[in-house]
């Protein structure tokens, strides 16, 4: 090398190195944070062995002597990175680094507030603890209706950002949660969307219309990101189907996109029946894949149902699904009418209906073995289970979890093998039309949210005890108590490992300058 070529690297460190030690301090100078459980990130100390100490003040304090005097957290560490949560929300902090190795030294004092909104005032809103864990002290929850992470000791810890992402305020998001990923999904009135801890936008839906043949997709009710990267949601399309027709082969039907049928929507001839989809994106946000129940329902044992209302049209309501990516099919949910279809993948052909089968002039009757149910899932085991919101008893019953296992062929049903009624608090009504979800826990016990208008949260193990429970509540000033807060569904983080792969995910992101995907 000769002596120009030393000159130019020796510049072009002394350059770049100012703005890496800058951008390896975590969180940023003067940054609003919507969380208060932060990765702390700081300059390593080259080839030397040493400890930290990160030190947090409460208040904004330019001399260390303010400083001291203020000190709320300290904690320790042998890496050049520490998680620690600060006290409250709507609150400035300082905070700094003491390295310990053969000489003291310290960073200079950093500065960031945390910032507040209703869904994490305490005097707003809680989530008050019933059952206190044991077993999943280290876990944490996502609400959706609160857009808020919870530890299991009911303190808010993060919230969605004021922004795009959480809506007018009043909107409730849906099927918050951890991805595989170590991401955060949900959707919006407006649209799915991908998000990192810190609240960059990673990924939103194109919304445009591909699958349904409308103006937009309809998005609703589940959005998962696979294990491939792609993500996968229902969506929602109008079709003309007249069911009066006397034999599925002669039914009329046609997709129909909101500009085709503009000056045509309040003819009687034309019967808009909302049926579901299954879209498939890929990192693009090209359609790589999609599913239109109106290729099954259409020519399928519906064209029988006797609506006790006699409405010529059905909105069967498909409200969760579950891909179950190792065996290659797709369980799908429909409330309205009690039933969940199978669906090899990528074939779209449908290999398993589980419901009630509906015969020409024959009454509805019920399936015996669920109603009105949310949140289809399988088991480690390969169990099929559910949350039965088990309301075709005039809504007076109880919501329960039901563990099924399937049939070995095609024309068998389901088989019950573990249930669990739900129990409620107080006087409340048992209503529970809508809302609800399982997720399986890797013990074998499940975590639970019950239906929207009473939105418990519990785990239960398998053997039927109740690990941990807690209620989401708000304050009403008028009544002058606290009453039951809605949610759509809940979602849990298990445990110390997978919310620290989300927090440095955020800073990965940052560090490595990746950019916001907007298909």
Not at 5 to 31: H, W
């Amino acid at each position: 090398m000769n002596s120009a070529s030393k000159i130019l690297g020796l510049l072009l460190f002394l350059f770049l190195t100012p703005s890496q030690t800058k951008s390896q301090i975590l969180p940023r100078e003067g940054c609003n944070l919507h969380y208060r459980l932060i990765g702390f990130s700081f300059p390593a100390k080259i080839n030397e062995v040493y400890s930290c100490k990160l030190e947090i003040a409460s208040g904004y304090f330019i001399s260390e002597d303010s400083f001291k005097k203020n000190i709320v957290k300290r904690c320790s560490s042998k890496e050049n990175k520490i998680i620690a949560e600060v006290p409250s929300f709507g609150t400035r902090y300082t905070w700094r680094v003491i390295y310990t190795g053969k000489k003291i030294t310290s960073t200079g004092l950093f500065h960031f507030s945390t910032l507040i909104n209703p869904n994490v005032d305490t005097n707003v809103t809680r989530f008050r603890i019933l059952v206190a864990a044991e077993k999943y002290k280290d876990a944490y929850v996502f609400l959706d209706g609160a857009q808020t992470l919870y530890d299991m000791n009911g303190h808010p810890v993060w919230y969605v950002p004021d922004n795009e992402l959480s809506g007018d305020g009043t909107t409730h998001l849906r099927d918050l949660k951890i991805t595989q990923q170590a991401t955060i999904t949900f959707i919006n009135k407006a649209n799915i969307y991908e998000i990192n801890y810190n609240g960059d936008v990673l990924w939103k839906g194109p919304n445009n219309g591909a699958v349904s043949g409308a103006n937009v997709e309809a998005y609703h009710h589940e959005f998962t990101r696979l294990s491939n990267g792609h993500y996968m949601v229902l969506g929602m399309e109008s079709v003309l189907w007249d069911r009066k027709q006397p034999s599925p082969s002669d039914i009329n039907l046609q997709p129909v996109s909101v500009s085709a049928i503009k000056d045509e929507i309040n003819k009687p001839a034309n019967r808009k029946t909302p049926l579901g989809t299954i879209i498939e994106y890929d990192e693009k946000g090209t359609v790589v894949w999609s599913w239109k129940s109106s290729n099954y329902f259409t020519t399928s044992d519906l064209n029988y149902y006797n609506d006790p209302l006699n409405m010529a049209i059905i909105d069967p309501h498909s409200n969760s699904f579950f891909f179950d990516e190792k065996e290659k099919v797709i369980y799908v949910s429909y409330k309205n009418i009690s039933r969940v279809i199978k669906v090899k993948y990528p074939e779209g052909t449908v290999i398993n209906t589980y419901g009630e089968i509906y015969k020409p002039g024959v009454p509805v009757k019920g399936n015996g073995m669920f109603c009105g149910q949310h949140s289809v899932r399988r088991s480690q085991i390969g169990c099929l289970f559910l949350f039965n919101n088990n309301n075709c008893d005039s809504g007076q019953a109880s919501p329960k979890i039901k563990k099924f296992l399937e049939p070995a062929n095609e024309n068998g049903q389901l088989k019950k093998i573990w249930e669990y009624e739900c129990t409620v608090e107080g006087d409340f009504a048992r209503r529970f039309p809508s809302g609800g979800n399982v997720i399986e826990l890797p013990d074998q016990s499940v975590f639970v949210c019950m239906s929207g208008l009473y939105s418990k949260v519990f785990i239960v193990s398998s053997d039927k005890q109740i690990l941990w429970s807690a209620l989401p509540e708000k304050w009403d000033p008028s009544e002058k108590k606290w009453n039951v807060c809605s949610q759509y569904r809940a979602s849990i983080i298990p445990g110390r490992k997978e919310l620290e792969r989300l927090i440095w995910n955020d800073e990965r992101n940052n560090l490595s300058g990746k950019t916001a995907q907007r298909p």
